[in-house]
């Protein structure tokens, strides 16, 4: 008879479409593992909204597991112990599991060597399969998307397996008592709105369909629903990339989705740079930005002022918008997280680091790669990314995109898009910034 085989999952959570498990399947009787590790050297504990999804996530995922004859087995700790132990345990042949991009999964999987079997990726690219033509990885999105469309449609995704052959599991952690959903006070009332779990992805694909043919035109309208709102199932892995991308095509047609597309490759790109930048959320692509003289948000004004971004009071109406819907919803519409982290490193002067790290404790689609990305590209210290110099201009970005809509729903108190008590002018602030930036570039460089 087939030895037992383990599934381990991370951000991989569904069952179609899902290499490693058909790869186990294939193999014998599966073991469907999941395992909160929280200390790993290296690894970067997910942040409070992130744990409140992947609760979610997991239940939906035990239920759809149980519903075809299987159970998802729980345990906490470090991923490489527990899966050797889980081994001698079960007396399971090997592990399988789906390539991640987060660099501190190397490490793991190389101390479980030839035990584990990696199967496709979280990404529709494989790592590595884009390349210039002199053999070395793009660092600019242009021409790795133009690339990237010789390897690209995905293949057909597989549909989820109707039946699954689960061995019998050992004992193992209940979902409540790992303590992710909060307590006293429990701030994540405002997500309601989402529905975390394959089925929830499923279900926000098909709402995004009825819309994709205006996404080109609404996508950076924060008051329009014009996005897909998929990035947390996607970064859980609720749904694959492939899944949306054929999904869409299939719609809108390859030409009038590709506004879309490109945002699915723009995924890829990060995830290619997370590979040559690991440390991409800690240091800077450009290294003179390492010599940036930031606010000292310890003490004094600088501290006020990064309370009252964080809690959305800079009296900047679309700031404080924005800084309330990724409070309330765990979210914020692309366009404003740009404003806001602009706002955050130029207009307050504020270390980049410092924003990345609330959004990754805050951001229910919080990601490594696409986050650190994010910040680097707005800031202008990324290999890919704006100038310093282009600092977004909260009003005038709130009226070019037509944001009161928004604004009344998220910072109700505010009637227009101009500011009411400012912490900073942003004539000032711009001059400041400017300056700050002109002092540390290098002698004789040209911006
Ligand atoms: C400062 C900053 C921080 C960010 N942090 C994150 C983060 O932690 N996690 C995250 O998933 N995205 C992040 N983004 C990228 C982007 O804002 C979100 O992916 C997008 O808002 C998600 O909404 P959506 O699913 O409706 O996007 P759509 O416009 O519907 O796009 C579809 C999918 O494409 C991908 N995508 C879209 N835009 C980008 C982008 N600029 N970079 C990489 N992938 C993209 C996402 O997976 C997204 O779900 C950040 C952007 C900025 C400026």
Known sequence: ???????????DLRLADQPALAGAQDAGPIIPTYILDDASPGLRPMGAASRWWLHRSLERLDAALAARGARLLLRRGRSADVLCQLMEETGAEAIHATRHAEPWWGPIEARLGNRL???GATRMLRPGQVRTGSGTPYRVFTPFWRASLAHLPPPTPAPAPARLAGAAPPAGDRLTDWGLLPQNPDWARGFAEWQPGEAGAEAALRAFLSRVEAYAARRDLPSEPGTSRLSPHLHFGEI?????WHAVEAVAGPQAAQPFTRQLVWREFAHELLAQYPDGHERPHRPEFERMPWTDTEQGEGR??????QKGRTGYPIVDAGMRQLWQTGWMHNRVRMIVASF?????RIDWRTGERWFWETLV???LAN????????LGSGVDSQPYYRIFAPVAQSEKFDALGYIRRFAPEYAGHGPVNPIVEHGAARAAALAAWQALRAPGQRG
């Open 240 to 244: 694959s990339p492939a899944a949306v």
């Open 371 to 378: 986050n650190a990305m994010g910040w680097q590209w707005v």
């Open 365 to 367: 689609d919080a990601d």
């Open 117 to 119: 079997r990696l199967h």
């Open 304 to 309: 006020r002022w990064l309370r009252a971004w």
């Open 1 to 11: 008879m087939a030895r037992p085989q383990i599934l381990w999952f991370r951000q």
């Open 344 to 348: 955050l490193t130029k207009h307050l």
